[in-house]
C-alpha cells in the first residue's frame, strides 16, 4: 500500500504573496499590467537623472562650467560689465541662463540622440510608458537637474556677495519658459540629426550663445545691427530677463516672456513634426 | 461569449521600403498558448513582419490584429500586453545590467522578481556591469529578460540565441519552453533550424515577402518523407535490381558508391523489413545500417532554394 503525503511547497521567504518562484510551473502565468502612469513617469525621471549624473562630461557641462564661469568672472576683473552695480549682481543671472542652457538644450540634445541611436528610444516604446511620458519624464529629469545646479549656483553667488531683486515668480516663468524652448530645440536637433551631428551642433551652439547671448558680455557691447538680432536669441532673452528682474528689480519683463514663449512655441512644434523614434 | 481572437492574425500584409517591397501579401494566423517560430533566409522579411505586429512599422497593405487590436491604432492597450525582445540594441549604452531590468520591472504594476530572472539568466553576476561592457551573450540575455520581465501573454524574440554559446542557448531554450507552459503565447524568428525543431509547435518559413510553408515541425518533414531512405554498407557489386523488387513499389535501391547502398522512398517497417531480409536471403550483415529522416533543415533548403543571399 502506498500512502501519499500531499505537503504545501515551502514558500519562499522573500515572495511576495502568490508570486511563485521562477522555475516552478506558472511562475511565468501572464500578468501584464501597466504601471500607474505617474509612477512610470516619475521612474523615467529619476532613471534619466541618475543615469545623466553619472556621466561625467554631462556634470562637467551642467555644473562644473556653469560653477567656475561665475567664480572665475566676478573674482577677476576679466571683461566688462554695463549698468553699474557690482560684478556679481551682473554675472549671476547670465551664468543662471547658463545653467538651464546647458542641461534643457546641450546634455538633453546629446542624450537624446544617442538614446535615439542606440534604439533605446524603440525599446521604450514597446513597454506600457507612452510616449508622451517619455517626454513627461524627460522635462522631469531636467526640472530635477536644473534644481541642482540653481540650488549650488545660488548658494555660490550669495558667499560672494550676490543679492537678488525682484520677484521670484517672474524668475520661474522665465526659467520655466526658457527650459521649454530649449527643451524643445534640443528634441528638433537630436530628433532629426544623426547622434554625431546633434553632438557637434549642441556643444557649438552652446559656445556662440555664451559668446554672444548676453551671457558675459553685455549685448549692448556689439552694434546696434547685430544687438538688434542678437536679442531675439533665447539665450539674450532668458539671460536679459533675469537681469531686469534680479539685478534691476523690474516686476515682470513683458518683452523676454513673450521671446521666450514664440521660441517655446515653434520649437515644441518643430520638434512635434519631425522627431524621428528610431 | 465571444470567441478569443487569435494572437497574431495577419492577413496580406505588404511592407515596402523605397522601392523595394520587403513584405508581399503575407499571411498567418498565430494560436494563442502556442510557440510559433518564424524561418527564413536573410531579407525575406521576418523581421519587417515582426515589427509591423509590435507597432513599430506601419503596413503600406493588408491588416494586422495582435490580441485582437491593431498594434498602431490601439498601441497605449496593446504594449503593456506584449514583449519584445528586437535583435539589438534598444539600452543605454552606460546603465548597468540590474539597473536596466529593474527600470523596465518598475513600469509595470506586478513584473517578475528581477533578481530570480537574472539569476535563471546567468546575469547575476553582472548585474553592476554597464550595457557596452557586457559580452555579447549577456547583452542578449538582459534584451531577453527585458521583454519577459512585465509577464507579457504575447511575446516576439527576434533571434534570441543568436550569437549566445552552447550554455546560454540552452538556458535561453529552457526559459522560453517554460514561458510557453505558464501559457504565453511566443513568437520567434530565428536561423537556427534545430532551435525551431525543438522548441515550435508550429514553423512558418518565410521567404521574398510570403509564408511558403506553415505547419508543426514534424508534418513539414512529413510532406517530403519520400524522400528518407535506408542505408547500409555491404560488398560492392550486389544485385540491384534483386534488391529493387524486394523493396518496391514504395522504394527503390541504388548503390551511389561502390559498396554503399540506399533503399530511398516512403520508410516504412515493411520496407525495413523487407531490406534485412534480402541480406539474409543472401547470408550478408548490413553494416552501418541507418535510416536517414527528412530534417527540417532539408525541407527549409528545398523550399527556399540553397543559393547564397
Not at chain 1, 516672456?257 to 517655446?264: D, K, N, R, S, V
Not at chain 2, 498601441?75 to 540590474?98: E, H, K, N, T
Not at chain 2, 539568466?121 to 557596452?132: E, I
Request: proline residues 6%; aromatic residues 6%.
Amino acid at each position: 500500500m502506498t500512502v501519499s503525503i500531499d505537503t504545501p511547497a515551502p514558500e519562499l521567504p522573500n515572495a511576495r504573496h502568490g508570486e511563485r518562484a521562477l522555475g516552478t510551473p506558472g511562475s511565468f502565468s501572464p500578468d501584464p499590467r501597466p504601471a500607474p502612469t505617474g509612477r512610470m513617469i516619475f521612474a523615467q525621471a529619476r532613471f534619466e537623472t541618475r543615469l545623466l549624473l553619472r556621466n561625467g562630461e554631462q556634470v562637467l557641462l551642467a555644473i562644473v562650467i556653469p560653477a567656475l564661469m561665475l567664480i572665475a568672472f566676478t573674482a577677476e576683473p576679466i571683461g566688462t560689465i554695463s549698468g553699474g552695480g557690482s560684478r556679481i549682481d551682473y554675472y549671476a543671472p547670465g551664468i543662471i541662463g547658463v545653467a538651464v542652457l546647458s542641461t534643457a538644450f546641450t546634455s538633453q540634445a546629446i542624450a537624446t540622440g544617442f538614446e535615439r541611436r542606440y534604439g533605446v528610444l524603440k525599446r521604450l516604446g514597446a513597454t506600457p510608458l507612452p510616449r508622451w511620458g517619455l517626454l513627461a519624464g524627460k522635462s522631469l529629469s531636467i526640472l530635477m537637474v536644473e534644481c541642482v545646479q540653481l540650488v549650488l549656483l545660488m548658494v555660490i553667488a550669495l558667499c560672494m556677495g550676490w543679492s537678488p531683486h525682484g520677484d521670484p515668480v517672474a524668475v520661474l516663468l522665465l526659467l520655466a519658459l526658457g527650459t521649454a524652448a530649449f527643451g524643445g530645440l534640443a528634441l528638433w536637433l537630436s530628433g532629426a540629426l544623426r547622434a554625431e551631428a546633434t553632438l557637434a551642433v549642441a556643444n557649438f551652439v552652446f559656445l556662440i550663445f555664451i559668446g554672444v547671448g548676453g551671457v558675459v558680455v553685455p549685448l549692448d557691447k556689439f552694434g546696434h545691427g547685430a544687438q538688434s538680432v542678437l536679442q531675439f536669441l533665447p539665450i539674450s532673452a532668458l539671460t536679459d530677463g533675469l537681469r531686469d528682474v534680479l539685478q534691476h528689480g523690474t516686476a515682470m519683463p513683458w518683452g523676454p516672456l513673450g521671446i521666450l514663449a514664440a521660441w517655446a512655441a515653434v520649437a515644441i512644434a518643430g520638434a512635434a513634426r519631425f522627431f524621428k523614434w528610431e | 461569449m465571444h470567441e478569443t481572437p487569435p494572437a497574431v492574425e495577419i492577413a496580406g500584409l505588404v511592407k515596402r521600403y523605397g522601392d523595394k517591397t520587403a513584405v508581399q501579401g503575407l499571411d498567418l494566423v498565430v494560436d494563442r498558448g502556442k510557440l510559433t517560430a518564424v524561418l527564413g533566409p536573410n531579407g525575406a522579411g521576418k523581421t519587417s513582419t515582426i515589427e509591423c505586429c509590435e507597432g513599430y512599422r506601419r503596413p503600406d497593405g493588408g491588416a494586422v490584429r495582435v490580441l485582437g487590436l491593431d498594434p498602431i491604432a490601439d498601441a497605449a492597450r496593446l504594449r503593456p500586453r506584449i514583449g519584445v525582445m528586437l535583435q539589438s540594441g534598444g539600452i543605454y549604452q552606460a546603465v548597468r545590467a540590474m539597473e536596466m531590468l529593474r527600470h523596465v520591472a518598475s513600469l509595470y504594476a506586478n513584473p517578475l522578481n528581477v533578481d530570480e530572472l537574472a539569476a535563471r539568466l546567468g546575469l547575476d553576476s553582472c548585474g553592476k556591469t554597464s550595457f557596452r561592457r557586457l559580452s555579447g551573450g549577456q547583452q542578449q540575455r538582459l534584451s531577453l529578460a527585458l521583454a519577459v520581465v512585465g509577464r507579457p501573454e504575447l511575446i516576439f524574440l527576434d533571434e534570441p540565441t543568436a550569437g549566445l554559446d552552447v550554455q546560454a542557448r540552452h538556458a535561453t531554450w529552457e526559459l522560453i519552453e517554460q514561458l510557453r507552459a505558464d501559457g504565453v503565447t511566443v513568437v520567434l524568428t530565428t536561423h537556427l533550424l534545430d532551435e525551431a525543431e525543438r522548441l515550435a509547435d508550429k514553423v512558418a518559413i518565410i521567404d521574398a515577402g510570403r509564408v511558403i510553408a506553415y505547419d508543426t515541425p514534424q508534418r513539414l518533414a512529413d510532406t517530403t518523407k519520400e524522400q528518407d531512405s535506408i542505408r547500409f554498407d555491404a560488398p560492392a557489386g550486389l544485385d540491384l535490381t534483386a534488391l529493387s523488387i524486394a523493396v518496391a513499389p514504395g522504394a527503390q535501391a541504388t548503390e551511389p558508391v561502390a559498396g554503399s547502398y540506399h533503399v530511398t522512398g516512403e520508410i516504412t517497417p515493411d520496407i525495413l523489413a523487407a531490406t534485412t531480409a534480402w541480406c539474409a536471403s543472401l547470408g550478408l550483415m548490413p553494416r552501418n545500417l541507418q535510416i536517414e529522416q527528412r530534417s527540417l533543415e532539408d525541407v527549409f533548403l528545398d523550399l527556399t532554394g540553397r543559393e547564397l543571399r
